[in-house]
């Protein structure tokens, strides 16, 4: 069996196996000499990345589908609390992946393919955003028309946290957005947003007491 | 609000970015015992936080539509790809070794 076949077979099935895929991901000892340090999961990740772009580049079609399965349901959810629209979302996930795509085969630029896809979708929702008046309406619309059930008190929540998100700065919003409800560690929001991680660490904490602050009025309004 | 208060106010905001400390983490819960202002404070930051991790929580892309994009990137980058039959660079450099 060839090494291709061995790799196309573990990223197609498993988007976590990669790590332990030699032929793409080389043991620390060959990776590094000296006193380095061995390299994380995280570093581990990059490396792949980096070496599936260049495959990708060389007309590999199944690095092309390795990239899509890494990144396709962190693009979506990115968009989908962007945009507060499903429909958005699939729209911006796909214009996004064509052009980081074509980017990636196009240039050889300093930053990650994962970095610019995300930074796309990024600017894409905003774009988006921008274009639609009546944001706050699409995201109660279609909170209203949630298919799954869900209680008075629940839609009543749910009413309050869209309509506070709706009214905070986009800075806070994305970025609770992004930590909160994505689940995005300090270091890949400040990479996405442009700050440290230091400074985006503190700015989650001030826009988190924001939307406390208002949510309390509204449910202190509502006894 | 108290000297304490205000140290309880630095380990909130620690402990809401993950980067409080054990030693610190026991400092905070001595002081919220006593204090139900910075308990409240703390309470309702929480209660928050679940509220806006639940109002958000939506089902991710459809299969249908993933299936959809991934073979619209297939055609519509097929310029920039091999086809199955070709040889990808990375192949290609693989020294031939025979027996």
């Known amino acids: ?223 | 609000m108290t000297n304490n208060c205000k140290m309880a106010e630095q380990l909130i905001e620690l402990r809401l970015i993950d980067l409080l400390s054990d030693e610190q983490h026991s400092l905070l819960n001595q002081h919220l015992v006593s204090c139900i202002a910075c308990a409240t404070n703390l309470q309702s930051l929480d209660q928050s936080m679940t509220a806006l991790k639940e109002s958000s929580d939506h089902p991710g892309i459809s299969a249908a539509y993933r299936e959809k994009l991934h073979a619209r990137l297939l055609d519509e980058l097929s310029d920039v790809l091999i086809h199955d039959d070709q040889p990808t660079a990375h192949q290609r450099c693989l020294p031939l070794i025979w027996d």
């Open chain 1, 1 to 223: 069996m060839s090494n291709d076949l061995l790799f196309d077979t573990c990223t197609v099935q498993s988007k976590t196996i990669f790590i332990a895929s030699d032929e793409l991901c080389p043991s620390p000892t060959s990776l590094l000499t000296g006193t380095q340090l061995a390299p994380n999961k995280k570093q581990y990740n990059e490396i792949y990345e980096e070496r599936l772009v260049e495959r990708f580049r060389q007309g590999d079609a199944v690095a092309l589908t390795s990239l899509f399965e890494m990144y396709v349901d962190r693009a979506f959810g990115l968009a989908r609390s962007l945009t507060g629209s499903r429909e958005d979302a699939e729209e911006i996930v796909s214009e996004a992946f064509l052009k980081a795509f074509r980017n990636a085969a196009n240039y050889r630029g300093d930053a990650p393919f994962s970095v610019w896809l995300f930074r796309i979708v990024r600017n894409l929702s905003f774009d988006r955003i921008r274009q639609r008046q009546l944001v706050l309406m699409d995201y109660l619309d279609e909170k209203d028309a949630d298919p799954r059930g869900s209680s008075e008190s629940e839609r009543a929540r749910d009413h309050d946290v869209r309509t506070s998100l709706a009214e905070m700065t986009d800075e806070y919003r994305e970025v609770l957005i992004l930590c909160d409800v994505e689940e995005w560690d300090a270091v890949e929001t400040a990479n996405l947003i442009g700050k440290t991680p230091a400074a985006t660490r503190s700015l989650l904490y001030r826009a988190r007491r924001a939307l406390r602050d208002n949510l309390s009025k509204r449910w202190s309004e509502d006894i």
